[in-house]
């Protein structure tokens, strides 16, 4: 069959919504009846929904649902394949005692008062450097999750404090791929645009480690136990080798991921290389046999020691432990790409159009648009590229600076990227750290308050800069 027998029946506004609330009600009834959706199912269910609306009320033809298929995996296909390195890289760490080292000297170094708030700098810091949230949750963040687990502090809280610095980090920094792609979709100098992303991201970032600081306190004064701390490095030192030189040669691994990054060498490329050169480490200066290696790579590292604790901490990773996580992805990009190639997401897009006569309806409809693509699609990527050059003309018509609406693409859908259980980054954060979506989700105060103020600037008119204007704020 020909592209042209492919017919394209655009779907109605009525079918687009009664597609977009099936998933919706799913999703709220779940929660509301279980306390938490089966995401997998759910994707599945809305998925087939969306097909037999599509074949009863548009004709629309199975080649163009398939073609939507093929579109969303292969979108998800290197992030999954990045997913499942990682969980190959990981338990070669361990054993090569580069996450032992850094959980040793990190107890022994960073202060129980100050953990939450040193993990959301350090993560800021590293990604601010690499460009990359992902490789700093794939490397900093695994480590100071055992770092905040022996000093008995909550995973969730350790998971938000690592995933907020990690996306502030990533939208400041100029070598991110979110950030030149906000800025190229709406054709902007990326320093300019950074400067603009700037505006509520900072303020937003200040109040989150305010609140760390405060939610630290609580922690301190409850639950800190100095002897778990003890145990925990007794249990380290006695079954890894955590001496000077061997932690030196233990971070090579890690100086790897961040020596790459810093170069911007392919991020599957590092990651393999990272694993391999831990795996010989860990056969060299560990002991452990090429069988021990395999096995851990593929099914996760396995240790028993005198402390349940540090086994926790230490029994995790492999390939097969992402599938489950991979799964998601693939699952949620698919309904996306269905979603996208059939027209839904034109439809509904487009639909809001029309109201977009002002700065502040053009602002605020760009924000929801982010949110409703990216819940939808599952992909940040796609979230910054319809909304950011749908609305374009709309700022250049009211004379609006384009850094306003490559900022708003990094305001909307990007932020509820780690928040929706489905989503691309949502599935990877879990998946490295341990820790359940609806679990961290609420600590992420960053990622709620960021799309706040960028309403409150678009409402009140503050820093929505016009075209004749100096960086002038227009006044409302």
């Not at 990877?428 to 960021?450: E, Q, R």
């Given at each position: 069959?020909?592209?042209?027998?492919?017919?394209?029946?655009?779907?109605?506004?009525?079918?687009?919504?009664?597609?977009?609330?099936?998933?919706?009600?799913?999703?709220?009834?779940?929660?509301?009846?279980?306390?938490?959706?089966?995401?997998?199912?759910?994707?599945?269910?809305?998925?087939?929904?969306?097909?037999v609306?599509?074949?009863?009320?548009?004709?629309?033809?199975?080649?163009?649902?398939?073609?939507?298929?093929?579109?969303?995996?292969?979108?998800?296909?290197?992030?999954?394949?990045?997913?499942?390195?990682?969980?190959?890289?990981?338990?070669?760490?361990?054993?090569?005692?580069?996450?032992?080292?850094?959980?040793?000297?990190?107890?022994?170094?960073?202060?129980?008062?100050?953990?939450?708030?040193?993990?959301?700098?350090?993560?800021?810091?590293?990604?601010?450097?690499?460009?990359?949230?992902?490789g700093?949750?794939?490397?900093?963040?695994?480590?100071?999750?055992?770092?905040?687990?022996g000093?008995?502090?909550?995973?969730?809280?350790?998971?938000?404090?690592?995933?907020?610095?990690?996306?502030?980090?990533?939208?400041?920094?100029?070598?991110?791929?979110?950030?030149?792609?906000?800025?190229?979709t709406?054709?902007?100098?990326?320093?300019?645009?950074?400067?603009s992303?700037?505006?509520?991201?900072?303020?937003?970032?200040?109040?989150?480690?305010?609140f760390?600081?405060?939610?630290?306190?609580r922690?301190?004064?409850?639950?800190?136990n100095?002897?778990?701390?003890n145990?925990?490095?007794?249990?380290?030192?006695?079954?890894?080798?955590?001496?000077?030189?061997?932690?030196?040669?233990?971070?090579?691994?890690?100086?790897?991921?961040?020596?790459?990054?810093?170069?911007?060498?392919n991020?599957?490329?590092?990651?393999?290389?990272?694993?391999?050169?831990?795996?010989?480490?860990?056969?060299?200066?560990?002991?452990y046999?090429?069988?021990?290696?395999?096995?851990?790579?593929?099914?996760g590292?396995?240790?028993?020691?005198?402390?349940?604790?540090?086994?926790?901490?230490?029994?995790?990773?492999?390939?097969?432990?992402?599938?489950?996580?991979?799964?998601?992805?693939?699952?949620?990009?698919?309904?996306?790409?269905?979603?996208?190639?059939?027209?839904?997401?034109?439809?509904?897009?487009?639909?809001?159009?029309?109201?977009?006569?002002?700065?502040?309806?053009?602002?605020?409809?760009?924000?929801?648009?982010?949110?409703?693509?990216?819940?939808?699609?599952?992909?940040?990527?796609?979230?910054?590229?319809?909304?950011?050059?749908?609305?374009?003309?709309?700022?250049?018509?009211?004379?609006?600076?384009?850094?306003?609406?490559?900022?708003?693409?990094?305001?909307?859908?990007?932020?509820?990227?780690?928040?929706?259980?489905?989503?691309?980054?949502?599935?990877?954060?879990?998946?490295?750290?341990?820790?359940?979506?609806?679990?961290?989700?609420?600590?992420?105060?960053?990622?709620?308050?960021?799309?706040?103020?960028?309403?409150?600037?678009?409402?009140?008119?503050?820093?929505?800069?016009?075209?004749?204007?100096?960086?002038?704020?227009?006044?409302?």
């Amino acid at each position: 069959m020909t592209n042209d027998d492919k017919k394209i029946n655009k779907p109605s506004l009525g079918v687009c919504v009664s597609i977009v609330l099936f998933l919706v009600i799913c999703f709220a009834l779940q929660l509301i009846i279980v306390g938490e959706p089966d995401v997998h199912m759910t994707l599945i269910f809305a998925s087939v929904f969306a097909v037999v609306m599509l074949k009863l009320f548009c004709k629309t033809d199975f080649k163009l649902i398939e073609e939507g298929i093929i579109h969303g995996c292969k979108i998800a296909t290197v992030s999954m394949m990045i997913l499942m390195f990682i969980g190959v890289m990981i338990p070669a760490w361990i054993a090569a005692g580069t996450i032992p080292t850094l959980i040793y000297y990190g107890l022994k170094i960073i202060s129980p008062s100050i953990f939450l708030i040193a993990a959301t700098l350090v993560c800021a810091i590293t990604t601010l450097c690499t460009g990359t949230s992902w490789g700093t949750a794939a490397t900093f963040g695994v480590a100071l999750m055992g770092i905040g687990g022996g000093l008995n502090i909550s995973p969730a809280m350790t998971a938000a404090a690592i995933i907020c610095g990690a996306i502030f980090g990533d939208k400041m920094s100029p070598i991110s791929d979110t950030v030149n792609l906000s800025a190229g979709t709406c054709e902007v100098n990326i320093f300019d645009h950074m400067k603009s992303v700037a505006t509520a991201t900072i303020p937003a970032y200040l109040v989150t480690i305010a609140f760390f600081g405060v939610m630290q306190m609580r922690v301190t004064a409850t639950d800190i136990n100095d002897a778990k701390v003890n145990e925990t490095l007794h249990v380290l030192a006695t079954n890894f080798n955590v001496s000077p030189l061997h932690a030196i040669i233990s971070l090579i691994p890690m100086l790897i991921v961040l020596i790459f990054a810093l170069r911007k060498v392919n991020a599957l490329a590092t990651i393999v290389t990272s694993a391999i050169i831990a795996m010989f480490i860990a056969i060299i200066l560990q002991g452990y046999s090429i069988v021990d290696m395999m096995s851990y790579m593929n099914y996760g590292f396995k240790i028993k020691t005198a402390s349940e604790d540090v086994n926790i901490l230490l029994n995790r990773g492999g390939l097969q432990s992402m599938m489950w996580t991979v799964s998601i992805g693939y699952l949620g990009l698919s309904y996306g790409g269905i979603l996208e190639k059939t027209g839904v997401l034109n439809t509904l897009l487009f639909s809001m159009k029309a109201i977009t006569r002002n700065a502040r309806n053009l602002i605020l409809t760009q924000m929801v648009t982010g949110f409703l693509t990216i819940m939808l699609s599952a992909s940040p990527y796609v979230s910054i590229l319809i909304p950011g050059r749908m609305f374009i003309e709309g700022y250049e018509r009211l004379k609006i600076k384009k850094i306003v609406a490559s900022r708003t693409c990094e305001h909307s859908g990007i932020c509820l990227d780690p928040l929706l259980p489905w989503s691309l980054g949502a599935v990877y954060f879990s998946g490295v750290l341990g820790v359940k979506t609806l679990d961290y989700a609420p600590y992420c105060i960053m990622l709620w308050l960021v799309p706040i103020i960028a309403a409150f600037y678009a409402i009140t008119g503050i820093f929505v800069w016009k075209e004749n204007e100096n960086e002038e704020v227009e006044n409302a």
